[in-house]
Structures are given as structure tokens and as C-alpha cells.
Nanobody
Framework: QVHLVESGGGLVQPGDSLRLSCTAS????????MGWYRQAAGKQRELVAA???????NYADSAKGRFTISAREGENAMDLQMDSLRPEDTAVYYC????????????????WGQGNLVTVSS
């Protein structure tokens, strides 16, 4: 089985920075893409940032210029550096992964982390 374990999160003030990390583990693990989603209270889950094949990043408009997603080379892991945090960034952040087959193709078999609460408040 494939598992995603997250770390980071917590309570910060507006303008502060925070770093989230996610590590995937499991047998015959092949990752096609990894990313972060978030869900604020009363809202739908939305994409924050994703990285494809460990190289190509994709950001939501709300994250551009403030958040940086990076894959750790040689590890099935990634980080999300969040700078200039705003109260509207308050949400539960979920790590997400799409698994790949032996040919490196997206199987559309996805996994989710347990979610980490990020609260931005003064």
C-alpha cells in the first residue's frame, strides 16, 4: 500500500512563512505527480500547487509568487514553502499523489495525506 505522510502546518501570523512536507512510501512506488490541495471551512477542496515528474510546477493563481513547491531528488517527497501568508490561506492542506505504472504513465490511482491545518491569524 502507498501512504502519504505530511508534516508542518500550525498557527502563524499574517506575513509569516510556513513549510509543509510530504513523503510517500509503499511497495513498488511510482509517482506520476505530487501536489497540495487545501480546503477551507465551508469551501470545496482546491489545488494549491502540483509538480509533475518532479520537474514541472503548477500553481493556483492565489499561490503564484508566494508559494514554492519542490520535489526532493531521489526521494518520493516534496515540500511546499509558503511565504507572505494571508488569513485567507487558512485551511486544511492535503498532500496528494497520482501513481504511475511501470511505463511512467499516470494510472489515475490517487492517494491523499491525512491533512494538516494551517491557520493564519493575528
Amino acid at each position: 500500500q502507498v501512504h502519504l505522510v505530511e508534516s508542518g502546518g500550525g498557527l502563524v501570523q499574517p506575513g509569516d512563512s510556513l513549510r509543509l512536507s510530504c513523503t510517500a512510501s509503499g511497495d513498488n512506488l511510482r509517482i506520476w505527480s505530487m501536489g497540495w490541495y487545501r480546503q477551507a471551512a465551508g469551501k470545496q477542496r482546491e489545488l494549491v500547487a502540483a509538480i509533475l515528474s518532479g520537474v514541472v510546477p503548477n500553481y493556483a493563481d492565489s499561490a503564484k509568487g508566494r508559494f514554492t513547491i519542490s520535489a526532493r531528488e531521489g526521494e518520493n517527497a516534496m515540500d511546499l514553502q509558503m511565504d507572505s501568508l494571508r488569513p485567507e490561506d487558512t485551511a486544511v492542506y492535503y498532500c496528494h499523489a497520482d501513481l504511475a505504472d511501470e511505463g511512467g504513465n499516470n494510472t489515475r490511482d490517487e492517494r491523499w495525506g491525512q491533512g494538516n491545518l494551517v491557520t493564519v491569524s493575528s
